[in-house]
């Protein structure tokens, strides 16, 4: 049954981001997803949903739930925010239209084609040499190792200073939730090493290498299309948005293929299914599983009353497994139909990198299909602890080469 508050409001009495929920993920999202179609978090005093439908009608109707409040748990426009609010991500049309316009451009299909053979050859490179090694880390190694080279390398970003992106988009997913312990510590490293400087460095245009996506959102600016400052920014996007969640994403579809020995084999039976791969990794375990919008007035969702300015957060991961969507949403099966999951969102703001990610991860499990026989666990799996991700920091193995 269903609990409710003083306001009769239904309620979830949990912390979602307390070490409890991140160590089980999966009953965090179910006890979500069996509080109603949407509940009351009293912890933090936001609105939770975790089913498919009630976050499509959220998702689709911006005039109603705000993205330019903030899509984390802080409301930008009332609070301080820890960063000058993104301009594609935390921006309603108008503000949204151009800058989404010219990033859709230059990350769509025809614009990334020329990167598949690149980032191709870069998995293969990488995969051979683990495979020469036997034993190693596929998280750090592969999982990370991979985004980490070809994204900032696809944007134009100097090789100096690399060091700061992991630290500074730990802050940026830690930042979209609760000011806990975890945000405080992301905030002291990058606060000590100057990494707020790097990334400003790295938005300006000078410092982009010409022929980068960097370089063309400049080029846009340019034509006139935005402003050279909203350049400047989308350029952080690709910073803050597109490396850790692909990283994840990558991971999480690893282990799963590690820990589902039967799809594992059908994956190298078939490496073309790589990229079904990655997407059913990415229903099964979301890895960047919550993402929120604010009403922008009193308004009610699936006969809840909502007031304004409230924050709605939606776990995207606890609606990927919503049996009332999923025919056997827990088995983790690369043949099945994902078109669908929320991972990356739907509507106006879904992903836009979302071609980028999926070409990343289909060269890395496509080259591990054809490189690798058999991945056998040689070690615990180590959990990352980042409020708005989920995936591992470490997942020892031992590789049999194919
Ligand atoms: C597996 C990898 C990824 C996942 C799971 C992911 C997830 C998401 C989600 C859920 C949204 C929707 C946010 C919202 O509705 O408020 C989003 C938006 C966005 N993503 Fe990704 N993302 C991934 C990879 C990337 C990559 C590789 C890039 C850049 C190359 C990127 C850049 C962005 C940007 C700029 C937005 C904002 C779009 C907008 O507001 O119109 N993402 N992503």
Redesign the pocket.
């Known amino acids: 049954m269903t609990m409710t508050d003083k306001l009769d409001r239904p309620i979830l009495d949990i912390d979602p981001f307390g070490r409890e929920s991140m160590d089980n993920p999966l009953e965090l999202d179910r006890a979500i997803r069996e509080a109603g179609p949407v509940a009351w978090v009293p912890k933090y005093g936001f609105w939770i949903t975790g089913q498919d439908e009630v976050i499509r009608e959220v998702?689709q109707d911006w005039r109603r739930f705000t993205?330019a409040m903030g899509?984390g748990l802080t409301n930008v426009l009332r609070e301080e925010p820890w960063r000058t609010p993104s301009v594609?991500?935390e921006a309603d049309p108008p503000i949204?239209t151009p800058n989404?316009k010219v990033?859709s451009r230059v990350?769509s299909a025809a614009a990334l084609r020329k990167l598949t053979d690149d980032f191709r050859a870069e998995a293969e490179r990488m995969v051979d040499a683990l495979v020469e090694r036997r034993r190693f880390d596929i998280a750090a190694d592969l999982a990370f190792a991979f985004p980490f080279k070809v994204?900032p390398d696809a944007v134009g970003l100097q090789p100096e200073g690399r060091q700061h992106l992991m630290p500074y988009s730990t802050l940026n997913f830690n930042a979209m939730g609760p000011k806990n312990d975890l945000y405080h510590a992301a905030r002291k490293i990058v606060e000590e090493n100057g990494t707020f400087e790097y990334v400003a460095r790295q938005m300006a245009e000078e410092n982009l290498i010409p022929g980068g996506f960097g370089s063309e959102i400049y080029a846009a600016a340019h034509a006139g299309e935005i402003t050279a400052a909203e350049a400047g920014m989308l350029v952080r996007?690709?910073i803050s948005?597109?490396i850790d969640?692909?990283v994840f994403?990558i991971g999480i579809a690893i282990k799963a293929l590690m820990d589902n020995p039967d799809q594992w084999e059908a994956l190298r039976a078939d490496p073309s299914l790589a990229r079904a791969a990655f997407e059913e990794g990415?229903r099964w375990m979301?890895?960047?599983p919550v993402?929120g919008r604010t009403t922008t007035a009193p308004t009610t969702l699936a006969g809840v009353q909502l007031g304004g300015e409230e924050k709605v957060m939606m776990w995207?991961s606890a609606a990927n497994r919503d049996p009332l969507r999923w025919e056997n949403p827990d088995a983790f099966d690369i043949r099945r139909r994902t078109v669908g999951h929320l991972?990356?969102?739907t509507g106006?703001?879904?992903?836009?990198?979302?071609m980028?990610?999926r070409l990343e991860a289909e060269a890395v499990l496509g080259a591990l299909a054809r490189k690798v026989r058999r991945i056998k666990p040689a070690g615990e799996p180590e959990r990352v602890y980042i409020n708005w991700l989920r995936g591992y920091h470490s997942i020892p193995v031992e590789v049999v080469p194919a």
Do not use: D
């Open positions: 998702f993205s899509t594609i991500l949204h989404r990033l990350l994204l996007a690709f948005a597109g969640t692909t994403g990415l979301a890895p960047s993402i995207l991972s990356f969102g106006i703001h879904a992903c836009v990198g979302q980028v990610a």
